[in-house]
């Protein structure tokens, strides 16, 4: 009996001997975990642009020789309007975020031809055909403001706008009139002139980033150029007609753009995180 005592007196003692050295040993602190720095995002700075593209003009031509006919004249226009052309243009713009840039763009649109023909009944008084010759080239200045709508393979479609100025000059204007069955005809040329009205821009398009630094655009363009018109009128002598200068009125063009982008200090975009590392 007094051994069994015993032994249970030595387990108790061992025991609280357990719990006091455990009490005095320092708790270790919980295993660390490192991370890695998150990614630099891959927009925001500065880009140069540079374009090429098609032009297609529409204008409405218009005279006070049209205000001027009698009540009963039918008029009608044949084959009026303008050739396609080309436009060159060049840029600098800042992206603010992923969504949100803007540029300012400047570009010549190269000389387009226009054609038409008038034909004119008078009750009474017979008929009159008139043939027109003219055309034009100008130079569009705009700041544009454009959202990108979201990323897919590469491929980013985008809209936006633009407000600025359009300097039109317009080539010499010819008109040569025919009368019924050849009888006779009448010629006059009215001279150039230079305009520059308030324009403005939508655009929609798709960018393919091809790296971090280089972008491809193709876009859609309609731009509103105003009116533009010529001086004088003038016989082939240098008589003065009288007759009011033709106008384009309501000039606009259904552009097709092809377009590169450069930024400018743009840092490619790190490696993905590596997995967490346990210290401890």
């Known amino acids: 009996m007094r051994s069994v005592k015993s032994l249970v007196a030595a387990a108790a ?3 609280l001997s357990t719990a006091a050295f455990a009490a005095d040993m320092p708790i270790m602190p919980p295993p660390q975990m490192a991370y890695a720095p998150p990614p630099v995002q891959d927009f925001g700075g500065w880009y140069l642009r540079g374009d090429i593209g098609m032009t297609n003009t529409q204008a409405k031509l218009h005279s006070n020789l049209y205000d001027t006919l009698p009540a009963n004249t039918a008029f ?5 309007g303008f050739d396609g052309g080309m436009l060159y243009g060049v840029g600098v713009g800042y992206q603010f975020n992923s969504w949100f840039r803007a540029d300012i763009t400047g570009e010549y649109r190269s000389k387009v031809s226009f054609n038409g023909t008038d034909f004119f009944t008078f009750n009474p008084g017979g008929s ?11 130079w569009v200045g705009l700041v544009n403001v454009y959202a990108d709508l979201g990323t ?3 491929l980013t479609p985008f809209i936006g706008a633009g407000v600025g100025a359009a300097t039109i000059k317009t080539s010499a204007f ?3 009139a025919t009368f019924p069955g050849g009888v006779g005809s009448s010629s006059y040329i009215a001279d150039g002139a230079t305009k520059t009205n308030f324009a403005w821009a939508l655009h929609a ?8 630094n280089f972008t491809v655009e193709l876009a859609y363009r309609y731009l509103d150029m105003g009116t533009a018109g010529h001086g004088q009128g003038h016989f082939f002598d240098g008589t003065p007609t009288g007759i009011s200068t033709f106008q384009y009125r309501d000039m606009t063009s259904q552009d097709i753009k092809l377009g590169v982008r450069w930024n400018l200090g743009c840092c490619d975009v790190p490696p993905a995180p590596p997995p967490l590392i346990r210290k401890g």
């Open 13 to 15: 003692a061992s025991m």
């Open 76 to 80: 009608n226009q044949y084959g009026t």
């Open 152 to 154: 897919w393979w590469c």
């Open 205 to 212: 398009g798709v960018a393919y980033k091809v790296n971090q």
């Open 128 to 138: 009159l055909g008139d043939t027109y010759h003219g055309g034009y080239q100008s």
């Open 174 to 176: 010819s008109d040569v």
